[in-house]
């Protein structure tokens, strides 16, 4: 029988809690009852959860049970670029360890690249039970084929119950293409991971509407259970020496390693030295910056503070700064430690991309600003004045 | 209010106000303060199918009149009435070969211009020759099947960025108005030069030059009518053109008064909204009356002159005269609402208040209007 | 050259607020939009169109309502439209969404390139586009800033990294996701206003594209959504006033912790 949700008149006061509850827009009231409207209605069973009355019934048909009790494990894919394991790895290892000992079973590395052995020590240092290795030169840097190819090989002989990877650019393309080629389910950007023990399943929270709301997923018939998780979410594994893995190498038959496109060349062009995602200080700059001139003025306080430069829509729209430093909607979404938004009014497409940094300073003229709606500290002055002021009591501070 | 457009002109409307919105209204303060012409919009809206609305079909219009032109002109000018302008002056400048140019100068000229890819000027203003059009100094002499021009047109609106030209010229003094035609002047044409662009007051993203002519030569078949046409051809080019002037002053207007209504409501002064005060809110209602009963004029006079009403040129005045009246207390209130800082060119509306200012003086001052108006009373009573 | 886009309707973010009493979306007034990173794979798709000649057919899955962003999508200068929509949807996960958008572009036919907007700013998952060149199997490049050479072949790309971008050939037919740096898309002309006007979308079921019951909809949905809710609102802080040397002074003695590291 197909999934269905179904409204018990009877019982149904028209309270329109329901219609307030779903997220979707899906329930309207028709003479006092509410009525859903299937064309939006994805299930999710947030109003069956909000009717006090009882009156909504949502039968999810889960098919017959499958047989999963040959998953086990925890893996995490550990992105490596030009032979550096990238720190999203390291975070990853850190919570896979915790679900790992919830479930009982191993933490396990995966690792695709070429010349990789130099790496075993420094994944079993950060936790791994067990290293995955597949050495080839095909796989020096990452191509969708063969990555593909290679995960949904050691997956299906493998059978991990988990499998956690970066929400980077990579770790989205790759695992989107295993979870549809292995029938898994796989949950996009997830800022929280949990067992639920009883069920031993992955609960798997994400942000979405731009962070409006938080859902939390769950694979109840399918395995693996595959997460790309959000950057510096998670806390980095603690470094112990003393661990040694136990590794196993995999090779695989050429036509396993082609690839239908060819990587010609990797370019790298950030203006300044530090990646937006990976930072842990972003100073970013709006429209009140006033023009490129202006913004020499922020990355001084970035450099000050060994930070990234972000800006706003309108700063890029206006040519000031690269889109690749665009935060927001349309750019990236980032959660730094420290977030110092300057010149920036904070419309609600930027707020999207930083509202979950830890500690949000904002420097605007204007003292109805929405960003101060949000910000850990509000200042309300002239960033010609306050920012160079920052810098110079950022640089006594730090000795630069 | 509804107008009840249709529904291919309500389709315009909202295209018109998506790039006001978001390509014009972004870029309106940069353009007022370089005094730049806004070329990238020009190509916007000729990509739009804009430029075509008033233009028949069969010439690559999309065949509507002169409602579609105000309706375009007024959302534009929303934005920018300096960048409007570009396009409202083309209109100017189609609206002589609209309606009598033959057969031929339609099929020659009209098809780039409903497609944007060349804009279009009117030539009467000289020197010595404002609101007393009558006496103008340039001339055309007929040689063979050609017709030179001299002397020097002033403050032309789209002067040096149009490419197709309507020029009024006399081709026989004696006859005083009656001894003036129009010529169709192509921008290139040797001995065609334009005068540096002028500094004005307001809508600065217009450009605003002499056109000069030295011995121009023109085919014969670029004359528009006949000879001695040429203040008629003005003249109903006015009446058919003040209703698009009197939709950029609504447009003006509304701009401002959008402003006004988002600040009284933001700002808060004595602990409240300001637009929680009485003397506020009177404003404000004195404000969207105003700006409605002119609209509602100008789309009357407008479909008015698309009804293919014989004489227009009473209500067009009066469309003009109004709605630039209004454009300019509206505007001048505007500012006030937003006190100090309505002064300040940070924030946007005085351009609103400087931009109003000329719909009031060119295509016929407001006093030219009211004799308009008076003139037309007066005939009409004695033909009673 | 085929070319298919393929897009989504969300509500507009710009109208998205959070009811203050109740912290729960407001969902009144809110307008469908095409989602926004779509507006550049249709715009990119018209422009490999325009360059080569050909058609291009938008296709999205949803509510029958999902047809104004179709309309939209043709006035912009798409030439064929389709919306698959069946009740049998409802629930559909990225899995699922790929899988029914999969089988509709096999029953198109046969296609050069697809074009999809990196993410939807809904889900934002980006599981999707990747979905789709799995399930058909062709060769995909995700995040695509540019397209340097294209011919009826083959594809010279710049893919967006976190550190700048990699150059990428691919064969044709692939799969491309799109950012926003790769075009300004134009804003629709009235007379392809008024030919989406009057054009009709095709409209298919289920049944239409011959998928499979089972992989539709909730049930073809290998995850499921437990628990929705709303975090606590970020609340404003604290406001630093002084002047300029005292206010910076505190701020940075605030932020000494986070600065030192």
Known sequence: MPASIIIFLEKCTGCTLCVKACPFGAIHMANKKAVIDMGKCTLCGACVEACKFKAIELKKDAGAKRDLSGYKDVWVFCEQKKGVIQSISFELLGEGKKLAGKLGVKLCAVILGSGMDSKIAELSERGADIIYIVDHPALKSYQDDPYTEVLVKLAEEYKPEIILCGATTIGRSLVSRVAVKIGAGLTADCTGLDIDEKERLLLQTRPAFGGNIMATIITPNHRPQMATVRHKVMKEAEIDKSRKAEVIRKNYPEDVMKSRTRLLDVIEEIEETVNLAEADIIVSGGRGVGGPEGFAMIKELARALNAAVGASRAAVDSDWMPYSHQVGQTGKTVCPKLYIACGISGQIQHLIGMQSSDVIVAINKDPDAPIFKIATYGIVGDIFELVPALTKEFQRLLNK | ?384 | MHIIVCIKQVPNTTDVRIDPVTNTLIREGVESVINPFDAYAIEEAVRIKERFSGKVTVLTMGPPQAETALREALSLGCDEAILVSDRKFAGSDTWATSYTLSAAIKKIGAFDVIVCGKQASDGDTAQVGPGISAHLDIPQVTYVKKIVEISATAAKVERMTEEGYDIVETPLPCLFTVVKEINTPRLPSLKGMMRAKSAKPLKWTAEDIGAEPGSLGLDGSPTRVVKIFTPAPRKGGEMLEGDTTDVSKELVELLKDIAIH
């Open chain 2, 1 to 384: 209010m509804d107008y009840f457009l249709t529904e291919q002109q309500t389709m315009m409307r909202d295209l018109a106000k998506k790039i006001a919105d978001e390509k014009i209204k972004p870029v309106a303060a940069h353009y007022d303060e370089t005094e730049e012409f806004a070329w990238p919009i020009m190509k916007i809206l000729a990509d739009s199918d804009l430029f075509g609305v008033y233009i028949p079909e069969q010439y690559g219009g999309l065949g509507g009149g002169i409602v579609d032109m105000c309706v375009v002109t007024e959302e534009l000018s929303r934005a920018c009435g300096g960048i409007a302008l570009g396009y409202a002056g083309t209109g100017l400048g189609t609206i002589p070969i609209l309606l009598y140019g033959s057969e031929e100068q339609k099929k020659r000229f009209l098809p780039d211009i409903a497609k944007g890819k060349r804009l279009a000027a009117f030539c009467i203003t000289e020197a010595g020759a404002g609101s007393d059009a009558g006496s103008i100094k340039t001339t055309a002499r007929k040689e063979g099947d050609h017709y030179i021009l001299n002397g020097t047109k002033q403050w032309i609106t789209n002067a040096g960025e149009a490419e197709v030209y309507t020029v009024i010229a006399s081709t026989d003094k004696t006859k005083g108005t009656r001894g003036a035609s129009a010529f169709i002047v192509e921008k290139g044409t040797k001995g065609m030069d334009f005068g540096k662009k002028e500094k004005k007051m307001g809508i600065r993203a217009s450009a605003t030059r002499e056109v000069i002519f030295t011995d121009c030569r023109i085919p014969a078949a670029n004359l528009l009518s006949k000879e001695g046409m040429g203040f008629i051809i003005a003249m109903k080019t006015f009446d058919n053109s003040r209703p698009g002037v009197a939709s950029q002053a609504v447009g003006i207007a509304q701009g401002a008064l959008d402003h006004a209504v988002e600040y009284a409501r933001t700002r808060v002064q004595f602990g409240q909204s300001i637009s929680n005060f009485q003397g506020i809110q009177h404003m404000l209602a004195d404000m969207g009356t105003q700006v409605e009963a002119a609209r509602a004029l100008v789309y009357a006079t407008a479909r008015m002159v698309d009804s293919g009403a014989k004489s227009v040129a009473k209500e067009s005045a009066m469309a003009k005269l109004f709605a630039s009246d209004v454009a300019m207390k509206v505007t001048t209130d505007a500012v006030q609402i937003f006190g100090g800082y309505g002064y300040m060119r940070e924030y946007p509306v005085e351009k609103y208040m400087r931009d109003a200012k000329i719909t009031q003086i060119y295509e016929g001052t407001s006093q030219i209007q009211r004799n308009v108006i008076a003139a037309n009373m007066i005939k009409e009573s004695l033909k009673k």
